[in-house]
T-cell receptor, first 111, second 114 residues
Framework: KQEVTQIPAALSVPEGENLVLNCSFT??????LQWFRQDPGKGLTSLLL?????REQTSGRLNASLDKSSGRSTLYIAASQPGDSATYLC??????????FGKGTRLSVIA | EPEVTQTPSHQVTQMGQEVILRCVPI?????FYWYRQILGQKVEFLVS????????KSEIFDDQFSVERPDGSNFTLKIRSTKLEDSAMYFC????????????FGEGSWLTVV
């Protein structure tokens, strides 16, 4: 059974810092991995999707990497801003198996 | 950007009552999902729906729950005889055909059972 773990559970950084969020999964037989952002009481906004054949994806200040064989992904946020404060969720998709989510990393960027 | 639309955004219901949560998927998406998130916990899969039938369901999705697409557009989740532990945010999600496509989530319906 696929398990997804995210470390750290919470992170507080000063504005402008670069930061890395970590995600690990137990079963490497995945089709893709998706990073989401969730604001308090809100829905899930898809940030990046990495296919199993890809190593990384970039969107603006966000860069996600995937090492499928070791079951790891990282989300790199450059030059963090207070507006980046949210919970970041990692989820893996294994074809017929639905998305399996981690518990998320709660990020606070302090101005 | 196309959106998944969910209604209601928030519903309070008495224990034992039935609730229906509604979702308007992104047009041309063929796969539909319901997930839920109990406060402070992980997002959990409930059910997936494709070609007008359930393709997969979790242990959570027991006889208390049902889904349908009554008019070919809306996708609904019905919860019969609600319990206190059904209180959660319920998310609808949709996807185009093919395993490599992004799954898009709605804003969620917050259900409070009292």
């Amino acid at each position: 059974k696929q398990e997804v773990t995210q470390i750290p559970a919470a992170l507080s950084v000063p504005e402008g810092e670069n930061l890395v969020l970590n995600c690990s999964f137990t079963d490497s037989a995945i089709y893709n991995l998706q990073w989401f952002r969730q604001d308090p009481g809100k829905g899930l906004t898809s940030l990046l999707l990495i296919q199993s054949s890809q190593r990384e994806q970039t969107s603006g200040r966000l860069n996600a990497s995937l090492d499928k064989s070791s079951g790891r992904s990282t989300l790199y946020i450059a030059a963090s801003q207070p507006g980046d404060s949210a919970t970041y969720l990692c989820a893996v998709y294994s074809g017929n198996t639905p998305l399996v989510f981690g518990k998320g990393t709660r990020l606070s960027v302090i101005a | 950007e196309p959106e998944v639309t969910q209604t209601p955004s928030h519903q309070v219901t008495q224990m034992g009552q039935e609730v229906i949560l509604r979702c308007v998927p992104i047009s041309n998406h063929l796969y539909f999902y319901w997930y839920r998130q109990i406060l402070g916990q992980k997002v959990e899969f409930l059910v997936s729906f494709y070609n007008n039938e359930i393709s997969e369901k979790s242990e959570i999705f027991d006889d208390q729950f049902s889904v349908e697409r009554p008019d070919g557009s809306n996708f609904t989740l019905k919860i019969r005889s609600t319990k206190l532990e059904d209180s959660a945010m319920y998310f609808c999600a949709t996807k185009q055909q093919g395993p490599g496509n992004t799954i898009y989530f709605g804003e969620g319906s917050w259900l409070t059972v009292v």
